[in-house]
């Protein structure tokens, strides 16, 4: 089975994915503007970003094949281990991208 | 006034727009990665823009791609999406304040511009308002969630259209990946969302391979849980330093 090719099923599995991300996007500003939130969730809930983002990278790096993968020849851990230092030094976005990509591009062809 | 949008100050939508300069680059890369991953994927060209056009979500796209490959139950495909989608349910909760007496109109545009990079962003600068929903601080949102939305289009299109052009060997991904770290890592310098950070990270690895990339969303309760422990933790350590 390919879902891809049949138009029928992608245009409404797209119709519902499109609902679902204005739904969850929006979710709390669709509550009556009168419904306060615990000030102690509002807290909480500012360190949401950063553990998402945190949960999106680390697994790029680490995994492989949806298996852990921390091993001398994961090449892009060792470009993550050179660069962030560096940027926490420089505070360049150009120049944390820039080493890590020298690093991994290096361990590839070497 | 318009019916989209909120009053806005133009000099704090500048503001927004040269805020997100650097990082356009990490919103670019993964957009392009996105993009590619789709076509590689198989989807048909037309239907991949579509796709990313609607939808706009780089991770849901991806964690549903393999299900609608092989035409999965839409009800399967649908609670997947929800589930990546989650963290922003989180967001909307924080970002509330600022948006909840708007028109319905207004909030949902608000809510569906509101992403990763931007948001993060965004309560890094007016986190900590005493007055919440001011023309500056929609400017600011405004001037930081557009420049999300462009740039990630015309990235996706770009892979789109690129499609299998850039070799998986040449670690597209892995600039994506440090892009995203360039604004974790300024976040994490303080011990609580340090934590957090850590937990996070190390429970998505783990749980990698749980359906319905449900790994990620416990990574995040779980992260969020241990930052808000350590920063009460640090609080009543401040207090009691304090009183001695």
Not at chain 1, 99 to 104: D, K, R, T
Not at chain 2, 60 to 77: D, E, I, R, S, Y
Request: aromatic share 10%; net charge positive.
């Amino acid at each position: 089975v390919n879902g891809f090719t049949d138009w029928t099923y992608m245009a409404i599995a797209i119709g519902g994915l499109t609902v679902i991300t204005f739904l969850t996007r929006s979710a709390f500003f669709l509550l009556p503007s009168k419904v306060q939130l615990p000030p102690a969730w509002d807290r909480a809930l500012r360190h949401a970003p950063a553990c998402a983002l945190a949960a999106i990278v680390a697994p790029s790096v680490l995994t492989r094949d949806h298996q852990p993968f921390i091993a001398w020849d994961n090449h892009q851990l060792w470009a993550v281990l050179v660069a962030v230092p560096v940027f926490v030094r420089w505070r360049s976005m150009t120049v944390l991208i820039g080493v890590g990509m020298a690093v991994f591009t290096l361990l590839r062809l070497i | 006034m318009s019916l989209l949008f909120p009053t806005v100050d133009r000099a704090s939508l500048r503001a927004g727009v040269r805020a997100m300069g650097p990082i356009t680059v990490a919103i670019g890369v993964w957009g392009i990665v996105t993009g590619v991953a789709i076509v590689n994927a198989g989807m048909p060209e037309v239907t991949a823009l579509v796709f990313s056009f609607t939808v706009f979500a780089g991770a849901a796209q991806l964690a549903t791609l393999p299900l609608l490959a092989v035409g999965a139950p839409l009800p399967v495909v649908w609670v997947t999406a929800m589930l990546v989608n989650t963290r922003f349910v989180f967001f909307s909760a924080t970002a509330r304040r600022y948006f909840a007496h708007l028109p319905v109109a207004q909030r949902l545009v608000a809510g569906y511009l509101n992403g990763d990079l931007p948001f993060a962003m965004f309560l890094r600068h007016h986190g900590d308002d005493e007055a919440h929903g001011t023309p500056q601080q929609y400017g600011y949102f405004f001037g930081l969630t557009g420049v999300n939305w462009a740039v990630w289009h015309v990235a996706s299109v770009v892979g789109i259209l690129l499609g299998g052009l850039a070799p998986a060997q040449w670690g597209l991904d892995l600039a994506a990946s440090l892009a995203l770290l360039g604004v974790l890592v300024p976040m994490a310098e303080r011990l609580p969302p340090l934590a957090g950070v850590v937990v996070a990270a190390v429970l998505s690895v783990l749980l990698v391979d749980v359906p319905m990339r449900l790994g990620l969303l416990v990574a995040i309760v779980a992260g969020v849980a241990v930052a808000v422990v350590a920063e009460v933790g640090s609080s009543r350590r401040a207090v009691a330093g304090g009183a001695s």
